[in-house]
């Protein structure tokens, strides 16, 4: 591949290319597209899906639920309990997905007459998944039916014991299938090894599978005339849940997830669920929500509650109608926020000096005594991105038992090594999918699991790494980055991974004013050959490569900047700005 504005290698050492066929010649039967067009094509559209693909809908992308394994089974056996009146419990996982997941059960079999209750597990005190435990207390309190999701896959000591108080359980989960599959009335889950063609949407969130579940129930319901006394509930109306799990979770935004945050996006910006409309007021939201504030303002507020507070208070919050109560649990979650990026900040700095010290492994793996478990996922998430290659980070207990989480890089499957580590005893509990992965280790066995690492992994994270290459969309002129152009490039979103926001080229420019704001954002204005200036920020990039070319350039030398086009909203017009991704002497 020839290089992208002839940058064989950057200031951060990467070489930079054309995504799809942008910048490219063209032959005689080239197609002239519109601008949406191209975003779509250059993202892997067919041109013969482009309409689909343009203003990505449910009913465009949805399948048939029962395609899924034990999804028939599973909408019987809630239907059955919705006409019964029986008593259920959900089981979530404390994260965002499991928060939205269950919250969106919940609010369904209360539109359906029934009265179910949640069940979220403290972090510290329980940790992720249903336990044996909790399960029997559940069925013992009175439960008919419990119904885990984003969580129970790998739970076999713990359905077992369900299993034997009578008590049946339907699993709803993303995360990565063992051969065998724990006891339970249903496994529902794109990812379970026999799955057919239900595969093909291995990518969604658990909050997604719990929608599709959702309409495998109306439409047994409905078949069985529940409706023809009573009004049938509006799926669509929790979309705003399903879009918010989906971002948060990280999970691909292709075909049917990008539909599903497409129009949860709009769902949401009427405002109708009030708990997530007091938490974008207490986040000092306004206008209509994007991804950005899903996964940056909202989910990690949700998530504040079960890394640092009480981890029902995400759930409870997403199901509540009483305004009282939701102004009052969104200001205790932001307060949560707050409290966990101070946690998050200290755990991260101890974490990047013991990970520094450990270049050649394959995977950063980095433990210590007093961090809080509750932050090490994010913590794994910022050393992935410093590092380029997985990171895991483990918080170690008293009592020589390590809680881990782990974030990887593309081309790179964390869950299947954490699962495999486990299968050869040396976790002693552990899953995940792709990109990430949580686990629980012995201090002991920290050297073997980072050997197993190494010698599984070290030949995909050279390649991952050898082949990364920083993909631009378009070139542009100073004057070219302006409002009309971040509005024309939206058209093309929702972004998110798996469907990447656009970057753009720009320059070549020569740097008029650098500085250092905020928790260590280089912030500049360049002027290009155009005459005009724009202005761009590198966020926390003060200390690396990147940060300090920018504040030693001065005017003497040209850089072409690559980086996605914003609004800058702080400033209180409309200007339009880059936020950097990397930048490459032009001269």
Not at 15 to 29: F, L
Not at 345 to 362: F, G, H, K, P, Y
Not at 429 to 452: I, K, S, Y
Request: hydrophobic fraction near 50%.
């Amino acid at each position: 591949m020839t290089p992208a504005l002839s940058v064989s290698r950057s200031i951060l050492g990467q070489p930079w290319g054309w995504r799809g066929r942008a910048g490219e010649p063209q032959d005689d039967g080239f197609v002239a597209d519109d601008l949406v067009a191209q975003l779509l094509l250059a993202r892997g559209v067919t041109r013969e899906a482009l309409d689909l693909h343009r203003l990505p809908t449910i009913r465009g992308f949805m399948p048939d639920p029962s395609l899924f394994r034990d999804m028939d089974a599973a909408a019987e056996r809630l239907a059955a309990a919705v006409t019964a009146g029986e008593a259920v419990t959900v089981f979530g996982d404390y994260d965002v997905d499991g928060a939205t997941s269950a919250a969106l059960l919940i609010r369904l079999l209360r539109a359906l007459g029934l009265d179910p209750q949640a069940y979220i597990p403290d972090r510290l005190m329980e940790g992720y998944g249903p336990s044996g435990e909790a399960l029997v207390r559940i069925a013992r309190g009175g439960a008919r039916l419990i119904v885990t999701v984003d969580c129970g896959a790998q739970a076999f000591d713990a359905l077992e014991m369900a299993a034997a108080e009578g008590v049946d359980v339907i699993v709803v989960d993303h995360h990565k299938c063992a051969a065998a599959l724990p006891r339970a009335f249903a496994v529902v889950n794109p990812n379970r090894l026999d799955e057919g063609e239900g595969a093909a949407h291995g990518h969604l969130a658990a909050v997604g599978v719990a929608f599709l579940l959702g309409a495998a129930l109306l439409r047994v319901l409905r078949a069985r005339g529940y409706f023809a006394t009573r009004p049938e509930p509006k799926l669509l109306d929790l979309l705003d849940l399903v879009a918010l799990g989906t971002v948060a979770d990280v999970a691909q935004l292709r075909g049917l997830n990008r539909a599903f945050v497409a129009q949860g996006l709009k769902v949401m910006a009427q405002g109708r669920n009030r708990g997530l409309a007091a938490l974008a007021r207490a986040a000092g939201l306004t206008g209509a929500p994007t991804c950005t504030d899903l996964g940056f303002a909202l989910g990690p507020r949700i998530n504040a509650g079960g890394r640092v507070g009480r981890a029902d208070l995400g759930v409870r919050l997403l199901t509540s109608e009483d305004d009282g109560e939701v102004e009052a649990m969104a200001a205790e979650l932001n307060r949560h926020n707050e409290e966990r990026r101070a946690i998050e900040l200290a755990v991260t700095e101890a974490a990047e000096a013991l990970a520094m010290a450990q270049d050649n492994r394959a995977v950063a793996l980095v433990s210590g005594r007093g961090w809080h478990p509750g932050v090490i996922g994010i913590v794994a998430g910022r050393l992935k991105e410093k590092l380029g290659r997985p990171a895991i980070v483990v918080a170690l207990d008293d009592h020589g038992l390590g809680k881990g989480s782990g974030r990887s890089i593309a081309g790179v499957d964390l869950g299947a090594a954490v699962l495999a580590a486990k299968d050869m005893g040396l976790l002693v509990a552990g899953g995940g999918h792709a990109m990430a992965a949580g686990l629980t280790v012995a201090a002991d066995r920290m050297d073997a699991f980072a050997d197993f690492l190494d010698e599984r992994l070290a030949a995909d994270v050279a390649r991952a790494r050898d082949d990364r290459v920083l993909l631009l969309d378009a070139i542009l002129s100073c004057g070219g980055v302006a409002p009309s152009l971040v509005e024309a490039l939206e058209a093309g979103g929702p972004y998110g991974a798996g469907w990447p926001s656009p970057r753009v080229a720009a320059g070549p420019v020569r740097i008029v004013k650098a500085d250092v704001v905020g928790n260590g954002h280089v912030r500049i204005v360049a002027g290009g050959d155009d005459g005009r200036s724009i202005k761009a920020i590198a966020f926390r990039q003060a200390d690396s490569a990147l940060g300090q070319a920018l504040l030693g350039a001065g005017r003497d030398r040209r850089l072409w900047l690559a980086g996605r086009a914003r609004i800058d909203g702080w400033s209180g017009g409309r200007q339009a700005e880059l936020h950097l991704d990397d930048a490459a002497w032009a001269d």
